[in-house]
């Protein structure tokens, strides 16, 4: 993998979150499901911060839509994953595994 | 103001740092997320938490650029021609070099041309009557030319004063180092090397040098009175010590003459055309030198 297909930590959280989350993934969601699956607290910054980053490197694309009564009548801006973004998590997940098999068997006990 | 929306500053400060292209996702997942605290946490929580949120929103990505694309322009403009400059001089070291020389000399050289205008301009202004003050001068025909030159006849002023009205005033004046060498002063043991001035009696009048002690009418009335400076004072006789009345020896040119002190002049300002320690009357001057008329 080259330096710009390296994601960060963070990065693969959000671009999972938004895979989990299909249709409906915009800021808060993000930061609800994060809260919710992985009891993190996540600032609202840095989700839009890394989702912007993502759609930069092609992993996701945006739209804007859905203004409801709430939120003072604004748009959301929803997230969905590219096919690049799905193969690059794929990826990431592969190599992971390969690694994990490569490892002695892991004992709780000693 | 609406207790139940987030602060409307924290809205428009938001609104002005952030990109315009993501304002509206941004601002409504705040709201949201506002409107969520608010029936969770209370108008207290929602707002500070509002508000923090917009501060770290605060951060590389979401502001706007600082330089909009116009000034952008500008400022690579302004990159290009100095990149260019910069190319220049090194290919033409020399040319650089004459340039680089003639420009700053020349520029040096009118800046100081300034400085010394403005000095001649300066020159006597702290006169009160500066601008009724005349110095008469002497046409001479000099081998067939005519040179103008400053001495004028002793007797000019006093005829000048008697027949022209519109002469209010007038001082003859022989200027200090303009005969003879200097002359010694002399206090008790103290002597000190000066510089002498001879004037008639409205000098202090005509001119404005302060008087520190003394009155300015009446201190060259006798031809034994002497008025020094305030520095020579100080020297002779010693600070804050009033030096009138005290006598003082004169030398010069192998003669001694005693003065009375009658006054003190205060320094003399930097832009003064005349300088001198000491004033005497023009009398004494024509005593001394009885062929001068």
Known sequence: ?110 | MNRNRPPGFFIQLFKWYCKESLTESILGDLEEQFEEDLQQHGVFTAKRRFVWNVIRFFRRGIVKPIYDAQKLNIYSMLKHHIKLAIRGFKRFKTSFAINLIGLSSGLACTLFIYLWVNDEWMKDKFHENEDRLYQVMHNIDAMNKIETIKPTPALLGQALLDEFPAVEKMVSVVPAGSYGANGIVQYEEKQLKTLEQYVTADYFEVFSFPLKIGNKKDVLTSKDNVVISEELSKKLVGEGIDPRGKSIIWHKDGKTHTYVVTGVFAALPANTSEKFDLIFTLDTFLDQHPHII
């Open chain 1, 1 to 110: 993998m080259g330096r710009t297909n390296y994601l960060g930590e963070f990065e693969e959280l959000i671009l999972t979150m938004v895979l989990i989350l299909e249709d409906d993934a915009y800021g808060n969601t993000i930061v609800k499901a994060i809260k919710e699956h992985q009891n993190r607290e996540v600032n609202l910054s840095s989700v839009h911060i890394t989702l912007y980053r993502l759609e930069e490197k092609g992993y996701l694309e945006s739209h804007m839509g859905g203004a409801t009564k709430e939120r003072g009548g604004r748009k959301k801006r929803y997230f969905k994953i590219t096919n690049t973004g799905k193969v690059l998590l794929q990826e990431m997940k592969d190599a992971r595994t390969k690694l994990w098999k490569l490892a002695p068997q892991l004992s709780f006990n000693a």
